[in-house]
């Protein structure tokens, strides 16, 4: 019997994988500071990808923002690269940079997981994709979260805290009509005070906001932001700042409890701050109140019995006089003609 012939047929090497990998990171300012350290970030995570063997990069995701993950438009675009399977694979500094809360971080793994997509975090060293890893990253997460919520009460009580002992630079924040000098405590600005007073004395008048924003720009008076087109919203803020009579009241508004981030009209939740004689008064503080008074009268908000608020169906309509007014543009008034010298320059 012959010697056997064995052939040896040696078996096909496996076929590697090749990870589709997206780099996410995200900073909460455009500040200096945190555009080194969003640089860093994509440093060093690029650094990783690239010396992973079965790694490609496909893209960077950078977001500059601190909201949730309905306001974050490059983590909107990754998890959409992630469904559409251009991604296969999420790299991250660490279970912080990915969602704002613990409950939105589990909502994003287990979508991504459902799709086979894992995230690496890197800084923690978990991955997604292990079930016994998601303990692990719900408990960093509370953590993060809670000293989150730490650090918000904190400079909240830090905030009030300044505006109660009257050191707060919300104080001196300027406004149109202001400006500051060179200690930092705000100067009248004449041409912007000028235009200040032109709308308080045209409102009286008896004026709309749609005729006082046509006389404005009748005589070509710019917005606060330099636009020659005014809104209502521009002029119903001049008319209801009380700092042009000199006072200063903060806590108007109020920011939801975090993670929260809207602000909203401070309807008696939370303190305000009323301080006197903080800058120089362009205005009256007569003016002011009779103003406020005249918006009050105007307007077509009432409450009924149960002390709910709504919509009058009457609207207020501007009287006969001031549709005339438009056309007059105040040519026989001396003060009127002063005050418009002085916006465009004509006179100091």
């Known amino acids: 019997m012959g010697e056997r012939k064995i052939v040896v047929i040696p078996a096909k090497p496996e076929k590697v994988r090749l990870y589709k990998v997206g780099i996410y990171c995200r900073v909460s300012t455009s500040s200096r500071e945190q ?3 969003m640089a860093a970030q994509v440093s060093q995570l690029t650094k990783s990808v690239n010396h992973t063997p079965d790694f490609i990069l496909v893209d960077i995701y950078m977001d500059f923002q601190s909201g949730g993950t309905e306001d974050r ?3 909107n675009r990754l998890l959409s690269d992630c469904r559409s399977g251009v991604i296969d694979t999420v790299v991250t500094k660490s279970v912080s940079r990915m969602a704002r809360n613990t409950v939105d971080l ?4 287990r979508e991504l997981r459902s799709i086979g997509v894992r995230i690496l975090f890197e800084n923690e060293e978990l991955d997604s994709s292990k079930v016994s890893d998601e303990f692990m990253i719900t408990l960093v997460e509370s953590f993060a979260q ?3 919520e730490n650090r918000s009460a904190n400079i909240r009580w830090g905030l009030e805290k300044r505006m109660q002992d009257g050191t707060s630079g919300l104080y001196k924040r300027r406004c149109f009509g202001y400006t500051k000098n060179l200690d930092g405590d705000l100067v009248i600005c004449p041409k ?5 007073r032109l709308i308080y004395k045209l409102y009286l008048e008896g004026h709309s906001i749609v005729a006082i924003i046509k006389e404005l720009e009748f005589h070509r008076i710019l ?7 005014w809104s209502k919203q521009a002029v119903v803020k001049i008319l209801t700042n009380e700092k042009y009579t000199g006072n200063v009241l903060l806590g108007k508004s109020v920011s939801e409890v975090f993670p929260g981030k809207k602000r909203s009209l401070n309807k008696g939740s939370d303190r305000m701050f009323f301080a006197e004689d903080m800058n120089p008064a362009i205005i009256s503080r007569a003016l002011f109140e009779a103003v406020q008074k005249e918006r009050k009268r105007r307007s077509n908000v009432v409450t009924d019995e149960t002390g709910q608020t709504k919509r009058a169906p009457k609207r207020y309509t ?3 006089s001031d549709v005339e007014a438009l056309d007059t543009h105040h040519s026989d008034d001396d003060e009127w003609t002063k005050w418009l ?4 320059g004509e006179e100091e």
């Open 341 to 344: 010298r002085l916006i465009h």
């Open 223 to 229: 917005t606060p932001s330099g636009k020659e087109k």
């Open 35 to 37: 555009l080194y350290s």
């Open 146 to 148: 809670a000293e989150s």
């Open 318 to 320: 501007m009287p006969k």
């Open 73 to 75: 438009r490059e983590l």
């Open 106 to 109: 589990l909502m994003i793994i």
């Open 192 to 196: 912007e005070a000028a235009v200040v």
